[in-house]
């Protein structure tokens, strides 16, 4: 009797504990939480500069630039294609005009590269191919010519033919001379414009995807979404390039940031490229404010589905248990990165308050975050689902006359409208009752 007693309270126990690991296993909040991928992925090569220690023995003529014994000129460059679009010019409001002046002769020279085929790079320093040696201002010291470079990789990323080193020293008439190397594969002028004619085909094909979205966050996810489906996480002999998230689809750090930063200045959003200890990613600007976006740490790799820990992110959020977002002291000394002290989403998107508020979508979207988020952005707002205890679209459109007569029926406007202004502007989001009580 006592064993069969000892046999069912056994029995019972191990039923106990099933039924336990079992409600571990399928709670929501355990699998709900969390992206899945929490590997903190970077790749990104630092800028080297090289001193040639030796006078080179070519003479400038005063000109801009020397390939070779091809002594240049200043001159403008043609091209029948709007490259310009993709840069900005934060980095490069804050130069001297010295430095300015440097900058913008490696604008051009490489504005030249990227229209005419009939340009061959066979101009090298030290054995290595360059685009050429830029004349520059003595005032520019060898501090100054990192600095210059890092802000020109960080806003030009268009420029995919360039590599991560640089050379910089004396002619032989003592004229200082700068020259940025670039990847062997593109010293060719037909083989560099073939591959540019490649990306800015594919990359027009994705901004009129991304601009058929309402949103400037709706845009900005569906680019994030572009990147996620198109590139894998893999390192490769050109992996700072645009090029090899555009068109190998595999990519680290660098070619996520740079790309996710091109096409956010092709839309009209400006954007550049901001770097940590061995990473990089991007900030971009709505309305006036500035915000992080971590396309890379976003990607899970796993699925198709992005996270949403490091989309329209402040500085500290993206700073959270992880020190690869600490900037690089290039930007912590006279030339500044834009800061961003707000998550754009906050007032309009709780991930919790949205799955918990929507049972319907639970076990249509599964366990991934982003899933929710890209719902949100895709069907929600059209839907004119709550998402946040501080915002009801339909009070927000009922109680201002003026955004009516603007947006009319057009609700993710309502949304983006309190979001970039109505906050600012202390307009009412939600009842007050509402948020006061709300869980």
């Not at 046999?7 to 899945?36: D, E, I, Q, R």
């Not at 572009?226 to 070619?255: F, H, M, N, P, R």
């Not at 971009?284 to 992005?306: E, F, H, L, P, Q």
């Not at 919790?352 to 366990?367: A, F, I, P, T, V």
Request: hydrophobic letters at 30%; charged letters at 25%; proline letters at 2%.
């Amino acid at each position: 009797m006592k064993k069969i007693k000892n046999f069912k309270l056994h029995k019972f126990v191990l039923g106990g504990f099933m039924l336990f690991c079992m409600c571990l296993l399928f709670n929501p909040s355990t699998l709900y939480a969390k992206n899945l991928n929490k590997t903190k992925k970077t790749g990104l090569k630092k800028i080297e500069g090289h001193e040639v220690k030796e006078k080179v023995a070519e003479k400038s003529n005063k000109g801009d630039l020397i390939c070779g014994e091809k002594i240049i000129k200043k001159r403008a460059y043609t091209a029948s294609y709007n490259w310009k679009k993709y840069s900005a010019r934060y980095y490069y409001n804050q130069l001297t005009s010295e430095e300015k002046d440097l900058y913008n002769k490696l604008y051009n020279r490489c504005m030249e590269l990227l229209s005419n085929s009939d340009i061959n790079c066979n101009d090298t320093v030290q054995g290595t191919p360059v685009i050429g040696k830029i004349i520059y201002n003595k005032k520019v010291t060898p501090a100054d010519l990192d600095e210059v470079f890092n802000v020109f990789e960080a806003e030009n990323p268009q420029f995919f033919f360039l590599s991560t080193q640089y050379w910089y020293g004396t002619t032989s008439d003592n004229e200082k001379f700068f020259s940025l190397t670039i990847y062997p594969r593109y010293i060719s002028g037909k083989n560099r414009i073939s591959v540019a004619n490649q990306l800015k085909s594919k990359v027009e094909n994705w901004i009129k995807t991304v601009n058929k979205k309402k949103t400037t966050m709706q845009k900005l996810r569906t680019l994030e979404n572009i990147l996620d489906k198109q590139t894998l996480y893999k390192s490769g002999e050109i992996d700072q390039s645009v090029v090899s998230a555009v068109l190998e689809g595999k990519t680290v750090c660098a070619g996520y940031s740079k790309t996710f930063t091109m096409i956010c200045n092709a839309i009209g959003n400006e954007s550049v490229c901001v770097t940590g200890s061995g990473h990089e990613w991007s900030r971009v600007k709505i309305g006036n404010k500035w915000y992080n976006v971590d396309a890379t740490w976003d990607d899970d790799d796993s699925s198709n589905i992005m996270g949403i820990d490091f989309f329209l992110v402040s500085d500290a959020k993206t700073k959270e248990n992880n020190t690869a977002h600490e900037l690089y002291s290039v930007w912590n000394g006279r030339v500044k990165a834009p800061t961003s002290n707000e998550n754009y989403l906050d007032v309009i998107f709780d991930i919790s308050y949205y799955r918990n508020n929507n049972w319907d979508l639970q076990e249509k979207l599964g366990y991934y975050d982003g899933s929710y988020l890209d719902h949100f952005m895709d069907e929600g707002m059209e839907e004119g689902r709550r998402a946040s205890a501080t915002f009801d679209v339909n009070f927000y459109m009922n109680n201002n006359d003026d955004l009516r007569v603007k947006f009319v029926n057009n609700l993710p406007l309502y949304y983006q409208h309190y979001a970039e202004v109505g906050v600012n502007e202390k307009r009412q989001g939600a009842s007050e009752y509402y948020e006061r009580y709300a869980s």
